[in-house]
């Protein structure tokens, strides 16, 4: 079974030529996207809002380091 809809590849493909053109802008910086990377997110996200067939995202994992530092005791 496929992983991906079809309309999710089509919404990739279209962010992509917009990137190729130079229109292609990320988030509310409205910067110009310049990673492959990113476009290929971008083009995910919006078919994703669409109702397309493409699987959630992952969720982030947290450093033990990080969620120790809250809980030091004072000597």
């Known amino acids: 079974m496929a992983k991906y809809g079809r309309s999710a590849s089509k919404r990739v493909e279209s962010a992509m ?4 053109r130079g229109t292609l802008k990320s988030g509310r ?5 310049t990673s492959r990377k ?3 997110a971008i083009g995910l996200s919006e078919a994703r809002e669409k109702g397309a067939k493409v699987p959630r ?3 982030r994992k947290r450093s033990r380091t990080s ?3 809250g809980s030091s005791k004072k000597r």
Do not use: C, D, E, P
Not at 17 to 20: D, G, V
Not at 29 to 33: A, F, K, L, T
């Open 17 to 20: 030529r917009r990137k190729k």
């Open 57 to 59: 995202k992952a969720a």
């Open 67 to 69: 969620s120790r530092k």
């Open 38 to 40: 990113q476009v290929i």
């Open 29 to 33: 910086s409205g910067r110009r996207v």
